[in-house]
């Protein structure tokens, strides 16, 4: 095959082999996918990838901030919603990944993409979980709602042991939820209270948790322990004989269901990061020590969380001077 003849089609094909083979994890193929089927739903003629210009992505991107909509699947529909600046920045930034790949094979002279700014996004709101939060969560966890037909009746959970497990392993190691999901039996080590994380970019870093986590683990783990294998997911959905990792989907739709029962709102896996980052810091840690522990390649969301710990200090300084409340 000539390269200047390969389509665009075969072009995102070639990306998403390439990443594939480099070893990126499975979620970041699905993102490249998703993007692609954007692009590739644009240009439903399958142009030649060497011929498409910059207009043309201008006028792309045109379409997906001005035109474009999805009808979400679900239990409850949302109806047709615009994309996210977030989404399509993430869009942005996967397709300068196809026209750097491109470059790099020969196939496109010039990364185009990157001649294109890129939408302007804001931080998002941190959002946090309090210390009376986390405690009605675990309370959640052991019992269901309130019977229809009784109300002053609840049941006890059978999953109770290893959602408790999942709140407290989370408010204390700030685990992404691919991370949490891809824990296998052997990265655990609850001598040293520690597990071995494969995070963003197939990166390696230990973790750790409290002594209280480890409890909660270890009585998740005994039950299984006779029987486990170091590559069996320690935590898993389904029937004992029919048991399968759990999912990220699968771990967010636990926890919303979880805030409902216990009546906290807004309640999803990455809240939980930000609490534990924010909380360490007000606990006195330091920036290096957080930003190696989340896994982050850079310093900025780590001193985003550090501003955040500042001016709750200078708040709460406010509101206990003592010159001030003493009216020295």
């Keep these: ?15 998403v082999r390439y990443k594939s083979a480099v070893g990126l994890s499975p979620n970041t ?3 490249y996918r998703y993007s692609f089927s954007k692009l590739l739903a644009y240009f439903s003629d399958d142009p030649l990838f060497a011929a498409i210009t910059k207009q043309q992505l201008v006028g792309f991107f045109a379409y997906l901030r001005d035109d474009f909509v999805s009808e979400p699947n679900g239990v409850a529909p949302r109806g047709k919603i615009k994309l996210a600046p977030k989404s399509i920045l993430n869009i942005h930034t996967d397709l300068s990944a196809l026209w750097t790949w491109g470059v790099g094979e020969g196939y496109v002279k010039v990364n185009i993409v990157r001649q294109i700014e890129p939408p302007d996004v ?10 009376e939060d986390i405690e009605k969560l675990l309370g959640a966890c052991a019992l269901t709602r309130n019977w229809k037909t009784r109300g002053q009746t609840m049941t006890e959970r059978s999953t109770a042991d290893r959602d408790r497990a999942i709140v407290l392993l ?13 824990i296998k039996i052997g ?19 230990l973790v750790y948790f409290g002594k ?29 004989d ?47 020590t957080l930003q190696e522990l989340l896994g982050h390649s850079d310093m900025a969301m780590v001193k985003r969380y550090a ?18 409340n003493w009216r020295l």
């Design 1 to 15: 095959m000539k390269k200047s003849t390969i389509t665009l089609s075969q072009a995102c094909d070639g990306l």
């Design 212 to 240: 209280r986590t480890s409890k909660a683990l270890w009585k998740l783990l005994t039950p299984r322990l006779k029987e486990a294998k170091p590559d069996d997911y320690v935590f898993t959905v389904g029937p004992e």
């Design 122 to 131: 804001k931080p998002p709101v941190v959002e946090t979980l309090s210390k």
């Design 29 to 31: 193929i699905h993102n």
């Design 307 to 324: 501003h955040i710990a500042q001016t709750d200090c200078a708040v709460a300084h406010q509101k206990a001077s003592p010159v001030d």
């Design 242 to 288: 029919d048991q399968r990792p759990m999912t990220r989907d699968v771990l967010r739709r636990l926890l919303v269901r979880m805030g409902e029962r216990a009546g906290v709102a807004n309640v999803y896996p990455h809240r939980f990061r930000h609490t534990f980052a924010i909380t360490y810091l007000r606990n006195g840690s330091d920036l290096f």
């Design 187 to 205: 990265d655990l080590n609850l001598n040293a209270n520690s597990i071995k994380v494969l995070g963003k970019g197939q990166k390696e870093r």
């Design 170 to 182: 989370l408010t204390d190691t700030g685990l992404r939820a691919s991370e949490l999901c891809g």
